[in-house]
């Protein structure tokens, strides 16, 4: 049963030779072994039929009358259609035989007739393997230079992004910090020279506060890839503390897994956001108070009765005008507070009375809401502006009341761990969502958009809160489970000199 049937042939052979005989020989030879052989007796012929459908090995007889082998080949060697057959040549003993001229046309190896069977398929394999060697190989390569290209072209494309970026970027070592590359415009925002910006630790370039912000960005991308627009204050060579806004990515470079910071200068909108802000409150203040006293006069009766009707919306027009006053003193108490206009005047005292006082400023409105407020004693001495700590105190408390449903709970705890006190202000309210926890620090950010309208706050409360733990070298974070209720802790130190 002839094997070409069932399996397809090992390699496509072109046997040359003027002699029929010999070509039936070879031919029936190779058939038998698994080869598929085209037999050709012409050189010329040969040649159209290599260039129609490259065979993988050509056997080519030295000696034809038309044309030799070696005129064979080398025209064979000249077409690029044909150039890398590999063309073994057959010449017989005794004819004149030039191995020198066969390899100097371009032929690989040879043999010589009467054949011998084993030494034919030898010589056909090992070249044979080598022709499928080398393709292989040639595949490879075009593949890797079509990968390396393709990659050129991406690093490119990613270092005129990098160098031509408005954008400050930098990039540096995941592992230790170190800065690897700046562009030109984190250069132009820092003030800094290349030179004073490679190699140096991101700790020694960022303020103590952004490099905690850039720890918990890295943090962030690490578990989720990215993060954007994490507010930090940069300082600059000079000294001037600039607003960017950061955003990270881990990526790899050379091999080395870094950190790639794009950063965005919003000092310029920050500050005239600040100023609006400011000069609108400011603009507001003295006409709301003065609105404040005719309503409250109106109030008061002296100026005649009102109807009932008269007095609900004297009342809603009280309620809102407090609340727009609120809002006013928040701002510009923040205004205040981040340049720098407010001191905080630290002074060693008891935190017991300051708790309590807290507890009782707030009483009147925990009782009108039906909400317990309750107090741990707490012994322990600590250096704080008291009246800022009760203004954080009594907003957490507020809050507290205004989010938890009448007959639930708010208490008020504190204790010294180490040279920390932790304080902790609990409720039974409705919760905050996880990802939402961390926003509410910020300011005018609220859980639920109508929470100022119908709770009476302003979105400032916690800012505000945020501000002054921090300029007491504490920190201030929140937790909470949804429907169940919420935990705003304090940490302060109980030794410190204040940051003013
Ligand atoms: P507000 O004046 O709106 O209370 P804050 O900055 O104090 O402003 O609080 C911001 C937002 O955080 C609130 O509007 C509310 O959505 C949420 N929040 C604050 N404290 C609590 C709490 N104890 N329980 C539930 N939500 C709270």
Not at 276 to 290: A, G, K
């Amino acid at each position: 049963m002839s094997r070409e049937r069932n399996c397809p042939p090992k390699a496509d052979i072109l046997a040359i030779d003027d002699t029929p005989e010999n070509l039936a020989l070879l031919s029936q030879m190779l058939t038998e072994k698994g080869y598929k052989v085209r037999s050709v007796t012409k050189g010329s012929t040969a040649i159209r039929g290599a260039k129609a459908v490259a065979p993988d090995l050509i056997l080519l007889d030295v000696k034809m009358p038309e044309m030799n082998g070696y005129e064979v080949c080398q025209q064979l060697k000249a077409d690029d259609r044909t150039r890398d057959i590999p063309v073994i040549f057959i010449s017989a003993l005794g004819d004149v035989f030039d191995k020198v001229k066969a390899f100097q046309v371009g032929g690989v190896d040879y043999i010589t007739k009467p054949f011998q069977v084993e030494e034919v398929l030898a010589r056909l394999d090992t070249h044979l393997t080598i022709r499928n060697l080398q393709l292989k190989l040639e595949a490879q390569n075009s593949q890797l230079q079509q990968e390396i290209a393709e990659k050129t072209a991406a690093e490119d494309k990613f270092a005129k992004a990098f160098r031509t970026c408005p954008n400050p970027i930098a990039i540096a070592a995941y592992e230790s910090g170190q800065l690897l590359e700046v562009n030109q415009s984190f250069l132009q925002m820092s003030g800094y020279a290349i030179s004073e910006v490679t190699n140096k630790n991101i700790g020694q370039i960022y303020s103590k506060s952004a490099w905690a912000v850039y720890q918990q960005a890295v943090h962030k991308s690490d578990s989720q890839g990215f993060i954007h627009n994490l507010e930090l204050e940069f300082p600059t060579k000079s000294g001037q503390i600039k607003t960017l806004l950061l955003s990270m990515e881990i990526i790899e470079l050379g091999g080395t897994k870094c950190t790639l910071q794009i950063l965005n200068d919003i000092t310029e909108r920050k500050r005239l956001e600040n100023e609006f802000i400011s000069l609108v409150s400011h603009e507001l203040r003295t006409p709301m108070t003065s609105t404040i006293g005719a309503l409250d006069l109106l109030n008061s009766g002296q100026l005649g009765t009102l109807s009932d009707r008269g007095q609900q919306i004297l009342r809603v027009a009280i309620r809102n005008s407090e609340r727009l006053i609120r809002l006013v003193n928040d701002i510009l108490d923040l205004e205040r507070m981040k340049s720098g206009k407010i001191a905080i005047q630290p002074m060693f005292c008891s935190l017991e009375p300051l708790l309590v006082q807290a507890v009782e400023t707030m009483q009147a409105m925990a009782e009108k809401a039906q909400v317990k407020l309750l107090l741990e004693p707490c012994d322990a001495n600590i250096n704080l502006d008291s009246d800022r700590i009760l203004q954080t105190l009594t907003n957490l408390l507020n809050n507290g009341i205004k989010f938890t449903e009448p007959g639930g709970t708010v208490k008020l705890t504190a204790k010294v761990q180490r040279d920390r006190c932790q304080i902790v202000i609990q409720d039974t309210g409705r919760g905050i969502p996880a990802d939402k926890l961390e926003s509410i620090f910020e300011r005018f950010q609220q859980v639920d958009a109508s929470d100022s309208r119908s709770k009476g706050g302003t979105g400032l409360g916690l800012a505000i809160c945020r501000h002054i733990v921090e300029r007491h070298h504490g920190k201030i974070w929140a937790a909470s489970e949804l429907g169940t209720g919420s935990s705003f802790y304090i940490s302060l130190p109980l030794q410190h000199q204040t940051r003013n």
